[in-house]
Each structure stands twice: as structure tokens, then as C-alpha cells.
């Protein structure tokens, strides 16, 4: 079992291991990006750290579990982290396509956190990179962020209202949910020309919308033609109730309000074969007072209750009362039937006007990025960060996957898979160690074996303590076992005498017998010296 479980372990391991020396790096690549960020080398001279008092985590330029390969690492639970890298040129949302990338590992899982990315607006807007924060306004908000029910892959961008100058955020609906393992996954935002975006997770498209479509989007892009006006009020006269009490209705004379509901059944007789004298229970007959039961301290013993077995085929035990029924004559209270209200005007809403914040374009009106920004919230350490990437085509982005991803992926999957196996074949073993005490708990109970009963229930304890242990402890159980069972059948006591009337014994019987016994002793005396183990004889230092 135990070399089942360790080769496949091994092998995983080692393909590990091997292949995470061989990663294909996309630096040959790099030229065909607008940005690229492999976190092969240290981060410090490159990304910034944001000085604001409240983001006190630590990033580190940390390797990915199992991996050669270098990441940035949220370091510590329960912490804001904020980080900002400026780009050497700003990026152009609205010339044609962009696509946005990057890979994650939760090395140790995310129950209450985030791990997306901010695409930043250039600093104009109003921001420092030494005090990037929540506050500092982006573009594109794009990543896995998972906390009670939330559990979701934003992707969130601001827009300008060309006729307010306001910036609203909008949600993408609906979006895909965050993988729940340990992996390494990357995610992908492709945004067309043509006012489409694809989410992929892994690659594989899990979410497709459009700009435009108020369907898609939350807010939508394009505000309502018209709006409620807000200074229109409802009349004070205004009736929305469809229905109204009858005014002109009047109780009957005959309406009795206090007539019960149910009333007792005059015409019911008793059923043949009811048992009037036989309780409903009765004490157990086969339950006994505890030995342990003091009167003093735990008060005068009652045996418990069960159904009478007498009432199980008769009509009914105990007191016989006659059932009630519905009592026709009740009304209840009495109140006028409703009737079409003739002042009904339907429910009232204020009326429309255009809406002084609408506008029309035929594609949104991105703000360049200008920066890069993990900005996040979270409770669980061991979050990494690798491989971003901004590329002007989605064929440069799949080519990054199947280098930088790809093969990390695949080992992770294969190790996972060996440890998954190996737990199951750990969960069967545990199985069968269950099974096995209970047997050997079993056994302890056979009558000829009470005797050795605490002995054996304290080597199963032991066991179940060490259960690597259970072939031995088992082993020892069948030995004490056969032990006793063998002394039973061959060398048990003999039983005591009968007594019965014998002749005397002569004088010369007695002698003889005497003499046989002495022999008989000298005999046993021998052969136990003979048998006794010899002393090794003492050594000097």
C-alpha cells in the first residue's frame, strides 16, 4: 500500500521539477508587446510602492510554489497591498483591438480577497504613484475577487457622460466565477473595435457581451432617452385601489359572528372493541433499573414508556370522547364583499421627460491607460502575480499562454492529480483500518476471552492512536487469540473433583503414591531447568 502510494507521488515530482527547468519564456515574444512584466527579475527598480499609511502588506519577488519561475507575492494575510508600474507610453483603448492578460496562483486558496488588476488613467486625472490608492481613478478594473457571495471575475470600466462630465463605473453582468483550486490560471480581457469583448479563463471563453448592450451592462453605456420627472408629485385625489368595500352592503339579520367553527359531533357512537381500561402506554416490560441507579441522588427509578401493543389492533384505548366536526352554521366575522372601485385611476407614476444626461456614440469612449496598478484587499496570503501583459492582438496573447502558462500549469495538474489519487488510496486504506478495529473490538467481547478483554481493548486503542500500526496490533490480537483458545482445548484447568465415596487408600497405595509424585515433580523440576534460557555470560568494559 505504502509503495502504491509513494511512486506515483515520486513520478509527479520529478516531471515537476524537470519540466519547470524547461519553461519556453516569451522574452523572443516581448517585442510584439505593448507591455510585458515576467517578474523574472526583482521588482524594486521598476514598480512602485504606494507610501499611503493603510496599504501596509509586503510584496516579495517570491518563485511559484514548485516552480523556478518568479512572481510577485502578496506575503501576508489580512492586509491592503498597493503597487503601481507606469507604462512608458500611454495605451489607446479606442484605435482597435487590446487585449489585456495575466496569471494568478492562490497558493493558498481565497476565501475573502481580491486579485485583479487596475488599469490606470494617466496622472492628469488626478492621481501619484507614491499614493496610489483606492481613490485613483482607472480606466479598466479587471480580475478574480472572491468574499461571501461574491465570487466573480470583474471587469469593471469608467466612462466619462460626454453631456455631465460625470465618471460612471459599469459592471459587466453576469460575469464568469473564480476557479476554486490552488492552480495557476490566467485570465484575458479582449476588447474589439467593434464593441465586443471576450473574457477567457485558461484560454477557454467563459464570457462574451457587448459595450453597448444595456443586457451586458450595469449601468448601461447609453443612459435611458427619458427619465421619471422628479419634480412631478401624485395628486392627493389620485385612487389606486382597484377595489373597494361595498358601501351600500349590510350585514344579514341572520349573521351569527359567534358561532364557533367546529362543534362536538352529537351523532358519533364509539367504536366496537374500544378498549376504555388500557392505557395509551405502558411502562417496558423488558426495561430494568440501571446497577449504577442511586434512589438517594437520582430519585425513585421509572421505567420508560412504549405504545400499548393492545391498542395496536384495536379501534383506540383510554377515555373515549366524542370528535368534533365543522359547524355549519358558522360564518365568522361578517364584512362587505368588495366592488370595481369607481374612482380607480391606476397606479400612478410621475411622467416621462428626456433625460438631460443622454447621449449617443457608436462605440465607448475609453480613457487611455497609463499605468498598471494592483491595488487590492485581502485576508489570504500566497497570491501571485506574474506574466501581464498588454498586446495590440488576442494571437500574441495566446502565444504567451502556451509558453508562460501552459507548461506550469500541466505540472500543477499532474501533481495535483498524484496527490488526489494518493489521498484516495489513504482514504480506503483508513477505511479498512476502521474495519479491522471494529473486528478486533468484537472479538474482545467473546465470552472466553473477558479475561483478556482489557488487555486487548487497551492494544486496539494504541492502534487506533498509531493506525500504521494495525498489521502488528492485529497480528498480536489473533496470537492472544489462539492463545487462549488453545489452553481451553489442551491445557485448561482441570475441573474440581466430584466428591464421591472411595475406599481407603492402603498404606502401601499411599507410599506409592507418595514416591510417584516426588518423581513426577523431580521430573517437571528438570525439564523446566532445561528449557530456561541460558545467561549470556557477563562481559567486561
Same mark, same amino acid.
Given at each position: 500500500m505504502v509503495e502504491r502510494k509513494v511512486i506515483p507521488i515520486a513520478i509527479a515530482v520529478l516531471f515537476f521539477f524537470i519540466a519547470s527547468s524547461s519553461f519556453v519564456h516569451a522574452s523572443d515574444e516581448a517585442d510584439d508587446a505593448i507591455f510585458y512584466e515576467s517578474f523574472d527579475e526583482d521588482f524594486d527598480s521598476r514598480w512602485i510602492v504606494s507610501e499611503k499609511e493603510e496599504y501596509n502588506g509586503?510584496?516579495?519577488?517570491?518563485?511559484?510554489?514548485?516552480?523556478?519561475?518568479?512572481?510577485?507575492?502578496?506575503?501576508?494575510?489580512?492586509?491592503?497591498?498597493?503597487?503601481v508600474k507606469e507604462l512608458d507610453e500611454p495605451v489607446i483603448l479606442k484605435d482597435g483591438s487590446v487585449v489585456l492578460q495575466f496569471e494568478t496562483r492562490l497558493q493558498n486558496g481565497l476565501e475573502c480577497g481580491g486579485a485583479y488588476i487596475k488599469y490606470l488613467q494617466p496622472q492628469e486625472s488626478g492621481w501619484k504613484p507614491k499614493g496610489f490608492d483606492?481613490?485613483?481613478?482607472?480606466?479598466?478594473?479587471?480580475?478574480?475577487?472572491?468574499?461571501?457571495?461574491?465570487?466573480?471575475?470583474?471587469?469593471?470600466?469608467?466612462?466619462?457622460?460626454?453631456?455631465?462630465?460625470?465618471?460612471v463605473e459599469h459592471h459587466l453582468k453576469f460575469p464568469p466565477s473564480v476557479p476554486s483550486d490552488k492552480l495557476s490560471h490566467v485570465y484575458t480581457a479582449i476588447l474589439k473595435p467593434d464593441n465586443e469583448l471576450r473574457i477567457l479563463v485558461d484560454g477557454e471563453e467563459k464570457k462574451k457581451a457587448n459595450f453597448l448592450s444595456?443586457?451586458?451592462?450595469?449601468?448601461?453605456?447609453?443612459?435611458?432617452?427619458? +427619465? @421619471? !420627472?422628479?419634480?412631478?408629485? #401624485? &395628486?392627493? $385625489? /389620485? %385612487? *389606486?385601489? =382597484?377595489? +373597494? @368595500? !361595498?358601501?351600500?352592503?349590510? #350585514? &344579514?339579520? $341572520? /349573521? %351569527? *359572528?359567534? =358561532?364557533?367553527?367546529?362543534?362536538?359531533?352529537?351523532?358519533?357512537?364509539?367504536?366496537?372493541g374500544w378498549l376504555d381500561d388500557e392505557p395509551e402506554e405502558i411502562d417496558d416490560p423488558e426495561a430494568t433499573k440501571p446497577e449504577d441507579w442511586d434512589?438517594?441522588?437520582?430519585?425513585?427509578?421509572?421505567?420508560?414508556?412504549i405504545e400499548n401493543p393492545k391498542c395496536e389492533t384495536a379501534p383506540?384505548?383510554?377515555?373515549?370522547?366524542?370528535p368534533t366536526k365543522r359547524n355549519p352554521a358558522y360564518k365568522g366575522k361578517w364584512s362587505a364583499p368588495f366592488i370595481d372601485n369607481p374612482a380607480y385611476k391606476g397606479i400612478w407614476k410621475p411622467q416621462e421627460i428626456p433625460n438631460p444626461e443622454y447621449f449617443e456614440l457608436e462605440k465607448p469612449d475609453f480613457e487611455p491607460i497609463a499605468a498598471i496598478g494592483i491595488e487590492i484587499w485581502t485576508m489570504q496570503d500566497g497570491i501571485l502575480f506574474d506574466n501581464v501583459l498588454i498586446a495590440k492582438d488576442d494571437k500574441i496573447a495566446e502565444s504567451y499562454r502556451e509558453t508562460t502558462w501552459k507548461p506550469k500549469f500541466n505540472i500543477e495538474k499532474e501533481k495535483q492529480k498524484a496527490e488526489e489519487e494518493a489521498a484516495a488510496e489513504s482514504e480506503g486504506i483508513a477505511g479498512y483500518q476502521k474495519k479491522a478495529f471494529d473486528l478486533l473490538y468484537k472479538i474482545a467481547d467473546i465470552p472466553f476471552l473477558s479475561g483478556q478483554?482489557?488487555?486487548?481493548?487497551?492494544?486496539?486503542?494504541?492502534?487506533?492512536?498509531?493506525?500504521?500500526?494495525?498489521?502488528?496490533?492485529?497480528?498480536?490480537?489473533?496470537?492472544?487469540?489462539?492463545?487462549?483458545?488453545?489452553?481451553?482445548?489442551?491445557?485448561?484447568?482441570?475441573?474440581?473433583?466430584?466428591?464421591?465415596?472411595?475406599?481407603?487408600?492402603?498404606?502401601?497405595?499411599?507410599?506409592?503414591?507418595?514416591?510417584?509424585?516426588?518423581?513426577n515433580e523431580d521430573n517437571k523440576e528438570k525439564e523446566e531447568t532445561a528449557n530456561a534460557p541460558r545467561r549470556?555470560?557477563?562481559?567486561?568494559?
Open positions: 509586503v510584496w516579495k519577488h517570491s518563485k511559484s510554489e514548485g516552480h523556478d519561475d518568479f512572481g510577485l507575492l502578496v506575503s501576508e494575510p489580512a492586509r491592503k497591498y498597493a503597487i483606492n481613490e485613483s481613478p482607472y480606466s479598466v478594473m479587471f480580475g478574480p475577487d472572491k468574499c461571501g457571495a461574491t465570487n466573480k471575475v470583474h471587469f469593471i470600466f469608467r466612462h466619462k457622460n460626454p453631456k455631465t462630465g460625470k465618471y444595456e443586457e451586458d451592462f450595469e449601468p448601461s453605456l447609453i443612459p435611458s432617452k427619458t +427619465i @421619471p !420627472d422628479p419634480d412631478d408629485n #401624485k &395628486p392627493e $385625489d /389620485w %385612487d *389606486e385601489r =382597484a377595489k +373597494i @368595500p !361595498d358601501p351600500e352592503a349590510v #350585514k &344579514p339579520e $341572520d /349573521w %351569527d *359572528e359567534d =358561532a364557533p367553527m367546529e362543534i362536538i359531533d352529537e351523532e358519533a357512537e364509539k367504536p366496537e434512589d438517594e441522588e437520582d430519585g425513585e427509578w421509572e421505567a420508560p414508556k383506540g384505548c383510554g377515555e373515549w370522547k366524542r478483554k482489557d488487555k486487548i481493548i487497551e492494544i486496539i486503542e494504541k492502534g487506533e492512536k498509531q493506525p500504521n500500526l494495525t498489521i502488528g496490533i492485529l497480528a498480536s490480537v489473533v496470537v492472544v487469540f489462539v492463545t487462549i483458545f488453545f489452553r481451553l482445548i489442551f491445557g485448561g484447568k482441570k475441573p474440581a473433583k466430584v466428591e464421591a465415596k472411595v475406599e481407603k487408600k492402603t498404606n502401601t497405595e499411599r507410599t506409592e503414591t507418595s514416591q510417584a509424585g516426588g518423581e549470556r555470560p557477563k562481559r567486561d568494559n
